[in-house]
T-cell receptor, first 112, second 110 residues
Framework: KAGVTQTPRYLIKTRGQQVTLSCSPISGHRSVSWYQQTPGQGLQFLFEYFSETQRNKGNFPGRFSGRQFSNSRSEMNVSTLELGDSALYLC???????????FGQGTRLTVV | QKEVEQNSGPLSVPEGAIASLNCTYSDRVSQSFFWYRQYSGKSPELIMSIYSNGDKEDGRFTAQLNKASQYVSLLIRDSQPSDSATYLCAVNTGFQKLVFGTGTRLLVSP
């Protein structure tokens, strides 16, 4: 069974640009959540989607947005990139409510 | 008060010893609790999940949950150098929002 797939693995962007990250959950999993991991702040929750609906959102500015498609694949977008957005962005896939989260390999974003 | 607290370590144990990792959480209504292992530069890997009070064993790993004390722990028996990693405690606070501790770095020396 394939795991969670995130693309791309690495990205380098310039301040002010925007970026889109993609996540394909484990087959049959309908919930996807996104996390930002930085050395200073650790793992922080961005948002969660279930059946194309955002059910929960973390404390991030509106520059961070996401969506989920009917096949459960999800994308997150960061607009007007700042140096502080440099981080490992992780996608997690859940089979159902209150079950384990399985993480993808992450996308390492560097903003220069 | 942080929602999920862990000692950052490093916790150093010799090979073959038992490593004990601890975590406390603040949200009393939390229902599910997880331990993840993260190697440097890699993504978190699920080690254990626990949903009810008591112990849950899986191989060399035992998770313990005490909801009254808002405390979760992970015991690693017969620690191996390959267990050296950062261990993250996570609590599901609702709608798949996992709140993570800052992690405990474990070092197992041969």
């Amino acid at each position: 069974k394939a795991g969670v797939t995130q693309t791309p693995r690495y990205l380098i962007k310039t301040r002010g640009q925007q970026v889109t990250l993609s996540c394909s959950p484990i087959s049959g999993h309908r919930s996807v959540s996104w996390y930002q991991q930085t050395p200073g702040q650790g793992l922080q929750f961005l948002f969660e989607y279930f059946s194309e609906t955002q059910r929960n959102k973390g404390n991030f500015p509106g520059r961070f947005s996401g969506r989920q498609f009917s096949n459960s694949r999800s994308e997150m977008n960061v607009s007007t990139l700042e140096l502080g957005d440099s981080a490992l962005y992780l996608c997690a896939s859940f089979r159902d409510t209150n079950t384990e989260a399985f993480f993808g390999q992450g996308t390492r974003l560097t903003v220069v | 008060q942080k929602e999920v607290e862990q000692n950052s370590g490093p916790l150093s144990v010799p090979e073959g010893a038992i490593a004990s990792l601890n975590c406390t959480y603040s949200d009393r209504v939390s229902q599910s609790f997880f331990w993840y292992r993260q190697y440097s530069g890699k993504s978190p890997e699920l080690i254990m999940s626990i949903y009810s009070n008591g112990d849950k064993e899986d191989g060399r790993f035992t998770a313990q949950l005490n909801k009254a004390s808002q405390y979760v722990s992970l015991l690693i028996r017969d620690s191996q150098p390959s267990d050296s990693a950062t261990y993250l405690c996570a609590v599901n606070t609702g709608f798949q929002k996992l709140v993570f501790g800052t992690g405990t770095r474990l070092l197992v020396s041969p």
